[in-house]
């Protein structure tokens, strides 16, 4: 079973930065696309930031230019470096990562896994 856990959520400052970790881990699988989600209190989850093994990345308009994400395919992990944070952008971060698995029975398959989510807080 995949297992995905997200790591660097915190307290910080308006205009401050901190950088997100998600590891990928358990099993043999490819990774196929890694994301950042958010959901801050009485709002629905909504998508910060994904990213495709080859590099190609998207972003909500909410962040552009603010937040960089990045994968290591060797390591299966997906960063999230956010700069200029506002209070806004308090919410609960959850990783996802959409791998897939290759057998002689069942072909390729693809499954999402999400993990447990990391607090990130911006506030004076």
């Known amino acids: 079973q995949v297992q995905v856990v997200e790591s660097g959520g915190g307290l910080v400052q308006p205009g401050g930065s901190l950088r997100l970790s998600c590891a990928a881990s358990?099993?043999?699988?490819?990774?196929?696309?890694m994301g950042w989600h958010r959901q801050a209190p009485g709002k629905e989850r909504e998508l910060v930031a994904a990213?495709?093994?080859?590099?190609?990345?998207n972003y909500a308009d909410s962040v552009k230019g603010r937040f960089t994400i990045s994968v290591d395919n060797a390591k299966k992990r997906v960063y999230l470096q956010m700069d200029s944070l506002k209070p806004e952008d308090t919410a609960v971060y959850y990783c996802?990562?959409?791998?897939?698995?290759?057998?002689?029975?069942?072909?390729?398959?693809?499954?999402?896994?999400w993990g447990q989510g990391t607090q990130v807080t911006v506030s004076s």
């Open positions: 996802n990562a959409i791998v897939s698995r290759t057998s002689g029975t069942s072909g390729t398959t693809w499954n999402t896994y």
């Open positions: 358990g099993g043999i699988f490819s990774l196929t696309l």
């Open positions: 990213i495709t093994s080859g590099g190609t990345s």
